[in-house]
Protein backbone atom coordinates (compact mmCIF):
# COMPACT_ATOMS: atom_id res chain seq x y z
CA UNK A 1 0.00 0.00 0.00
CA UNK A 2 1.13 3.49 -0.74
CA UNK A 3 2.16 5.56 1.77
CA UNK A 4 0.14 8.89 0.72
CA UNK A 5 2.15 11.00 2.92
CA UNK A 6 5.09 9.41 3.09
CA UNK A 7 8.12 8.43 0.50
CA UNK A 8 6.55 8.69 -2.43
CA UNK A 9 5.27 12.26 -2.52
CA UNK A 10 6.38 15.24 -0.53
CA UNK A 11 4.40 16.88 1.98
CA UNK A 12 5.58 20.14 1.17
CA UNK A 13 2.63 20.52 -1.39
CA UNK A 14 0.16 20.36 1.37
CA UNK A 15 1.59 22.91 3.87
CA UNK A 16 3.90 26.11 3.10
CA UNK A 17 5.00 27.65 6.17
CA UNK A 18 8.17 28.90 5.71
CA UNK A 19 8.23 32.44 3.79
CA UNK A 20 10.01 32.11 1.04
CA UNK A 21 7.68 29.25 -0.05
CA UNK A 22 6.32 31.67 -2.66
CA UNK A 23 8.92 34.03 -4.74
CA UNK A 24 8.18 37.11 -5.90
CA UNK A 25 8.00 35.98 -9.12
CA UNK A 26 4.37 34.12 -7.86
CA UNK A 27 2.57 37.80 -8.17
CA UNK A 28 3.86 38.88 -11.62
CA UNK A 29 2.35 35.27 -13.13
CA UNK A 30 -0.25 36.39 -16.31
CA UNK A 31 -3.45 35.82 -15.91
CA UNK A 32 -3.47 33.38 -18.88
CA UNK A 33 -7.35 31.86 -17.90
CA UNK A 34 -5.87 28.75 -19.34
CA UNK A 35 -7.88 24.99 -17.48
CA UNK A 36 -6.92 21.78 -17.42
CA UNK A 37 -8.66 18.75 -17.45
CA UNK A 38 -9.27 15.95 -15.24
CA UNK A 39 -12.74 14.89 -13.74
CA UNK A 40 -15.79 16.08 -16.12
CA UNK A 41 -19.43 16.65 -15.25
CA UNK A 42 -21.59 16.68 -18.32
CA UNK A 43 -23.54 19.52 -19.54
CA UNK A 44 -25.61 21.78 -17.45
CA UNK A 45 -29.52 21.40 -16.90
CA UNK A 46 -31.59 23.25 -19.67
CA UNK A 47 -32.92 26.53 -17.46
CA UNK A 48 -29.60 26.65 -15.39
CA UNK A 49 -27.42 29.62 -16.35
CA UNK A 50 -24.13 28.72 -17.47
CA UNK A 51 -21.55 28.63 -15.74
CA UNK A 52 -18.95 27.49 -18.16
CA UNK A 53 -15.99 25.74 -17.21
CA UNK A 54 -14.10 25.48 -14.13
CA UNK A 55 -10.98 24.21 -12.41
CA UNK A 56 -10.55 22.99 -8.78
CA UNK A 57 -7.07 22.69 -8.13
CA UNK A 58 -6.49 19.78 -5.04
CA UNK A 59 -3.62 20.39 -3.30
CA UNK A 60 -3.05 15.95 -2.76
CA UNK A 61 -3.40 13.22 -4.40
CA UNK A 62 -7.01 11.73 -5.14
CA UNK A 63 -7.72 10.21 -2.05
CA UNK A 64 -10.79 10.15 0.60
CA UNK A 65 -9.37 13.45 1.51
CA UNK A 66 -11.70 15.51 -1.65
CA UNK A 67 -14.78 13.02 -0.75
CA UNK A 68 -16.99 15.43 -1.01
CA UNK A 69 -15.66 16.87 -4.27
CA UNK A 70 -15.84 13.30 -6.06
CA UNK A 71 -19.28 12.92 -4.37
CA UNK A 72 -20.30 16.16 -6.00
CA UNK A 73 -19.15 15.50 -9.87
CA UNK A 74 -20.56 12.09 -9.46
CA UNK A 75 -24.05 12.68 -8.59
CA UNK A 76 -24.25 15.58 -11.00
CA UNK A 77 -23.86 18.65 -8.47
CA UNK A 78 -21.45 20.49 -10.98
CA UNK A 79 -23.75 20.16 -13.51
CA UNK A 80 -26.55 21.40 -11.45
CA UNK A 81 -24.88 24.32 -10.54
CA UNK A 82 -25.06 25.32 -14.09
CA UNK A 83 -20.97 24.38 -15.23
CA UNK A 84 -20.33 22.23 -18.48
CA UNK A 85 -17.43 20.69 -16.96
CA UNK A 86 -15.28 21.13 -13.75
CA UNK A 87 -11.81 19.68 -14.06
CA UNK A 88 -10.70 18.81 -10.41
CA UNK A 89 -7.04 18.73 -10.76
CA UNK A 90 -4.93 16.30 -8.08
CA UNK A 91 -1.80 17.66 -6.68
CA UNK A 92 0.54 17.47 -5.01
CA UNK A 93 0.82 20.90 -5.66
CA UNK A 94 1.06 24.52 -4.01
CA UNK A 95 -2.22 25.96 -5.32
CA UNK A 96 -1.65 29.73 -4.27
CA UNK A 97 0.67 30.01 -7.45
CA UNK A 98 -2.18 28.03 -9.81
CA UNK A 99 -5.11 30.17 -8.25
CA UNK A 100 -2.95 33.47 -8.97
CA UNK A 101 -2.24 32.57 -12.22
CA UNK A 102 -5.81 32.13 -13.24
CA UNK A 103 -4.80 28.16 -13.68
CA UNK A 104 -7.77 27.15 -11.09
CA UNK A 105 -11.05 29.19 -9.93
CA UNK A 106 -10.55 27.62 -6.59
CA UNK A 107 -7.65 26.26 -4.62
CA UNK A 108 -7.61 24.40 -1.68
CA UNK A 109 -5.00 24.52 0.94
CA UNK A 110 -4.49 25.84 4.26
CA UNK A 111 -4.65 28.71 6.69
CA UNK A 112 -0.59 28.45 7.10
CA UNK A 113 0.17 28.16 3.60
CA UNK A 114 -2.42 30.98 1.99
CA UNK A 115 -1.17 33.32 4.58
CA UNK A 116 2.20 33.01 4.53
CA UNK A 117 1.76 34.13 0.64
CA UNK A 118 -0.24 36.98 1.88
CA UNK A 119 2.10 38.00 4.48
CA UNK A 120 5.72 37.41 2.46
CA UNK A 121 4.13 37.89 -1.29
CA UNK A 122 1.10 40.36 -1.03
CA UNK A 123 -0.67 38.12 -2.92
CA UNK A 124 -4.13 39.30 -4.05
CA UNK A 125 -6.18 36.04 -3.04
CA UNK A 126 -8.47 35.15 -0.07
CA UNK A 127 -9.81 32.42 2.26
CA UNK A 128 -13.70 31.77 1.02
CA UNK A 129 -14.67 28.91 3.13
CA UNK A 130 -13.06 25.57 5.09
CA UNK A 131 -13.65 21.72 4.66
CA UNK A 132 -11.87 21.25 7.87
CA UNK A 133 -13.03 22.88 11.30
CA UNK A 134 -9.82 21.53 12.82
CA UNK A 135 -6.62 21.13 11.14
CA UNK A 136 -5.42 17.53 11.09
CA UNK A 137 -1.65 17.49 12.35
CA UNK A 138 -0.92 15.83 15.03
CA UNK A 139 2.23 14.79 16.95
CA UNK A 140 2.03 10.68 16.10
CA UNK A 141 3.39 8.16 19.09
CA UNK A 142 2.21 4.60 19.83
CA UNK A 143 1.32 2.77 23.22
CA UNK A 144 4.27 0.67 22.98
CA UNK A 145 6.39 3.47 22.94
CA UNK A 146 6.62 6.80 22.77
CA UNK A 147 2.66 7.02 24.46
CA UNK A 148 3.01 10.64 24.57
CA UNK A 149 -0.44 11.74 25.08
CA UNK A 150 -0.38 15.57 26.64
CA UNK A 151 2.66 18.45 26.14
CA UNK A 152 4.20 17.40 29.40
CA UNK A 153 5.00 13.85 27.88
CA UNK A 154 6.59 15.64 25.40
CA UNK A 155 9.69 16.23 27.59
CA UNK A 156 13.17 14.20 27.10
CA UNK A 157 11.11 12.58 23.85
CA UNK A 158 12.63 12.15 20.30
CA UNK A 159 10.18 13.99 17.94
CA UNK A 160 10.81 13.05 13.93
CA UNK A 161 9.84 16.05 12.23
CA UNK A 162 9.98 16.85 8.27
CA UNK A 163 11.78 20.31 6.85
CA UNK A 164 8.42 21.34 5.84
CA UNK A 165 6.72 21.64 9.11
CA UNK A 166 9.60 22.65 10.92
CA UNK A 167 7.56 26.41 11.22
CA UNK A 168 4.92 25.07 12.59
CA UNK A 169 6.68 22.67 15.22
CA UNK A 170 8.17 25.52 16.35
CA UNK A 171 5.39 27.61 17.00
CA UNK A 172 3.83 24.62 18.41
CA UNK A 173 6.92 24.83 20.69
CA UNK A 174 6.62 28.47 21.38
CA UNK A 175 3.19 28.48 22.22
CA UNK A 176 3.56 25.47 24.88
CA UNK A 177 6.13 27.02 26.34
CA UNK A 178 8.81 24.36 25.48
CA UNK A 179 12.18 24.63 24.81
CA UNK A 180 15.06 23.26 22.06
CA UNK A 181 16.11 21.75 25.17
CA UNK A 182 13.12 20.26 26.34
CA UNK A 183 12.29 17.67 23.03
CA UNK A 184 14.86 16.25 21.32
CA UNK A 185 14.35 17.03 17.08
CA UNK A 186 15.49 14.97 14.66
CA UNK A 187 15.00 15.70 10.85
CA UNK A 188 13.11 12.95 8.70
CA UNK A 189 11.35 12.37 5.80
CA UNK A 190 7.88 11.44 5.14
CA UNK A 191 8.10 7.37 5.98
CA UNK A 192 6.80 6.96 9.75
CA UNK A 193 8.47 3.73 9.43
CA UNK A 194 11.45 5.11 12.02
CA UNK A 195 8.33 5.64 14.65
CA UNK A 196 7.04 2.53 13.86
CA UNK A 197 10.20 0.27 14.16
CA UNK A 198 10.92 2.51 17.50
CA UNK A 199 13.84 4.44 16.39
CA UNK A 200 12.04 7.54 17.53
CA UNK A 201 9.14 8.26 20.37
CA UNK A 202 7.05 10.96 18.41
CA UNK A 203 6.52 11.91 14.40
CA UNK A 204 4.98 14.79 13.10
CA UNK A 205 1.98 13.45 11.40
CA UNK A 206 -1.89 13.51 10.06
CA UNK A 207 -4.97 11.90 11.91
CA UNK A 208 -5.97 10.93 8.51
CA UNK A 209 -2.59 9.01 7.09
CA UNK A 210 0.22 8.39 9.74
CA UNK A 211 -2.51 7.75 12.10
CA UNK A 212 -4.36 5.55 10.50
CA UNK A 213 -1.27 3.21 9.11
CA UNK A 214 -0.52 2.49 13.04
CA UNK A 215 -3.64 2.01 13.69
CA UNK A 216 -4.10 -0.66 10.73
CA UNK A 217 -0.99 -2.17 11.73
CA UNK A 218 -1.99 -2.63 14.88
CA UNK A 219 0.71 -0.42 16.69
CA UNK A 220 -2.20 1.88 19.08
CA UNK A 221 -1.77 4.69 17.87
CA UNK A 222 -1.60 7.67 20.53
CA UNK A 223 -2.31 11.37 19.07
CA UNK A 224 -1.59 14.81 20.55
CA UNK A 225 -3.51 16.59 18.24
CA UNK A 226 -1.78 20.40 17.35
CA UNK A 227 -5.57 21.83 17.19
CA UNK A 228 -6.51 20.48 20.56
CA UNK A 229 -3.08 22.26 22.01
CA UNK A 230 -2.21 25.58 20.82
CA UNK A 231 -2.84 25.50 17.41
CA UNK A 232 -6.13 25.95 15.87
CA UNK A 233 -6.07 26.70 12.33
CA UNK A 234 -8.74 25.64 9.19
CA UNK A 235 -7.86 23.48 6.48
CA UNK A 236 -8.61 22.02 3.43
CA UNK A 237 -9.44 25.69 3.01
CA UNK A 238 -11.32 27.33 -0.51
CA UNK A 239 -9.12 29.90 -1.44
CA UNK A 240 -9.85 32.26 -4.74
CA UNK A 241 -8.02 35.47 -5.84
CA UNK A 242 -9.78 38.91 -4.65
CA UNK A 243 -10.15 39.57 -8.53
CA UNK A 244 -12.69 36.34 -8.96
CA UNK A 245 -14.36 37.28 -5.50
CA UNK A 246 -15.07 40.54 -7.05
CA UNK A 247 -16.00 39.91 -11.20
CA UNK A 248 -16.75 35.77 -10.54
CA UNK A 249 -19.30 35.73 -8.37
CA UNK A 250 -21.28 33.62 -9.85
CA UNK A 251 -19.06 30.84 -10.61
CA UNK A 252 -17.52 30.96 -7.54
CA UNK A 253 -21.00 30.65 -5.56
CA UNK A 254 -21.60 28.03 -8.07
CA UNK A 255 -18.79 25.76 -7.15
CA UNK A 256 -19.62 26.71 -2.86
CA UNK A 257 -23.53 25.04 -3.66
CA UNK A 258 -21.79 22.20 -5.36
CA UNK A 259 -19.39 21.41 -2.91
CA UNK A 260 -22.02 21.76 0.11
CA UNK A 261 -24.50 19.60 -1.74
CA UNK A 262 -21.21 17.00 -2.00
CA UNK A 263 -19.76 17.17 1.58
CA UNK A 264 -23.47 16.95 2.58
CA UNK A 265 -23.70 13.28 0.59
CA UNK A 266 -19.97 12.08 1.37
CA UNK A 267 -20.96 12.80 5.30
CA UNK A 268 -24.17 10.82 4.98
CA UNK A 269 -22.64 8.01 3.36
CA UNK A 270 -18.80 8.20 3.97
CA UNK A 271 -18.57 4.31 3.10
CA UNK A 272 -19.55 4.92 -0.40
CA UNK A 273 -17.51 8.08 -1.07
CA UNK A 274 -14.56 5.97 0.33
CA UNK A 275 -15.72 3.61 -2.53
CA UNK A 276 -15.80 6.19 -4.94
CA UNK A 277 -12.42 7.42 -4.00
CA UNK A 278 -11.08 3.58 -4.84
CA UNK A 279 -12.89 2.14 -7.70
CA UNK A 280 -13.03 5.73 -9.58
CA UNK A 281 -11.00 9.26 -8.67
CA UNK A 282 -7.97 7.32 -7.28
CA UNK A 283 -8.32 3.64 -9.22
CA UNK A 284 -4.68 3.79 -10.04
CA UNK A 285 -3.22 4.94 -6.89
CA UNK A 286 -2.91 1.60 -4.98
CA UNK A 287 -5.74 2.69 -2.32
CA UNK A 288 -6.82 0.80 -0.24
CA UNK A 289 -10.54 0.55 0.70
CA UNK A 290 -9.84 0.02 4.47
CA UNK A 291 -7.85 3.06 4.91
CA UNK A 292 -9.86 5.63 2.96
CA UNK A 293 -12.76 4.13 4.40
CA UNK A 294 -11.15 4.81 8.17
CA UNK A 295 -10.47 8.34 6.86
CA UNK A 296 -13.68 9.25 5.24
CA UNK A 297 -15.01 8.70 8.69
CA UNK A 298 -12.30 10.19 10.57
CA UNK A 299 -12.89 13.47 8.47
CA UNK A 300 -16.96 13.27 8.74
CA UNK A 301 -17.07 12.60 12.40
CA UNK A 302 -13.77 14.82 13.66
CA UNK A 303 -12.71 17.48 10.92
CA UNK A 304 -15.28 18.86 8.64
CA UNK A 305 -18.19 19.40 11.31
CA UNK A 306 -18.29 21.57 14.65
CA UNK A 307 -20.93 23.33 16.39
CA UNK A 308 -20.57 26.29 14.11
CA UNK A 309 -21.25 24.20 11.05
CA UNK A 310 -24.35 22.86 12.52
CA UNK A 311 -25.68 26.07 13.22
CA UNK A 312 -24.41 28.13 10.05
CA UNK A 313 -23.79 25.35 7.88
CA UNK A 314 -20.98 23.61 5.65
CA UNK A 315 -17.20 25.61 5.31
CA UNK A 316 -18.15 28.01 7.90
CA UNK A 317 -15.46 30.00 9.57
CA UNK A 318 -16.92 31.43 13.09
CA UNK A 319 -15.23 34.83 14.06
CA UNK A 320 -13.47 32.62 16.49
CA UNK A 321 -11.99 30.31 14.42
CA UNK A 322 -10.63 33.31 12.15
CA UNK A 323 -9.10 34.96 15.29
CA UNK A 324 -7.54 31.37 16.30
CA UNK A 325 -5.93 31.07 12.60
CA UNK A 326 -4.55 34.42 12.75
CA UNK A 327 -3.17 33.62 16.59
CA UNK A 328 -1.52 30.62 15.16
CA UNK A 329 -0.06 32.25 12.31
CA UNK A 330 1.36 34.81 14.24
CA UNK A 331 2.90 32.36 17.01
CA UNK A 332 4.63 31.01 13.27
CA UNK A 333 5.77 34.44 12.34
CA UNK A 334 3.38 35.37 10.39
CA UNK A 335 1.50 38.58 10.29
CA UNK A 336 -1.82 39.48 9.11
CA UNK A 337 -5.35 40.06 9.68
CA UNK A 338 -8.76 38.59 9.67
CA UNK A 339 -9.83 40.54 6.51
CA UNK A 340 -6.47 40.08 4.63
CA UNK A 341 -6.80 36.32 4.87
CA UNK A 342 -10.50 35.79 4.98
CA UNK A 343 -13.56 36.71 2.62
CA UNK A 344 -16.80 34.66 4.18
CA UNK A 345 -18.99 37.00 1.81
CA UNK A 346 -19.60 34.53 -0.69
CA UNK A 347 -20.73 32.21 1.85
CA UNK A 348 -22.65 34.68 3.34
CA UNK A 349 -24.40 35.01 0.49
CA UNK A 350 -24.76 31.47 -0.79
CA UNK A 351 -26.99 30.38 2.30
CA UNK A 352 -28.79 33.37 2.33
CA UNK A 353 -30.20 32.37 -1.32
CA UNK A 354 -30.32 28.72 -0.25
CA UNK A 355 -30.87 28.36 3.60
CA UNK A 356 -32.27 24.97 3.36
CA UNK A 357 -28.10 23.84 2.73
CA UNK A 358 -27.54 24.93 6.13
CA UNK A 359 -29.53 21.79 7.39
CA UNK A 360 -26.66 19.31 6.14
CA UNK A 361 -27.48 16.76 8.88
CA UNK A 362 -31.36 16.60 7.70
Known sequence: MMNTRGSIFSRKAKLRVAQGVAAAAVIGLALTGCSSSSDTSSSSDSGTKSLGEATIQLSWIKNAEFMGE???????????????????????????????SNKALMGMGNAISTGTVIASEGAPIKIIGTTYQKNPFTILSLKAHGNISTVDEMKGKTIGVQASNLNLWEAFLKINNLK??????????YDPTPLF?????????????????????????VTLPLADNGLPFVAETFTATDDAIKNKRDELKGLLIAEIKGWTAALKDPDAAAKYTVDTYGKDLGLTLEKETKQAEVQANDLVVSPDTVKNGLFTISKTLQDQSITTLAAAGIDLTADQLFDMSLLTEVYKEHPELVDYAK
Not at 93 to 98: C, G, I, L, T
Not at 180 to 189: L, W
Not at 201 to 213: K, P
Open 70 to 100: FMADSKGYYTDAGFTKVSLTPGPSAVEPVVI
Open 180 to 189: DTDVKMVPVE
Open 197 to 221: NGEVDGWFSYLTNETLDAEIKGLDP
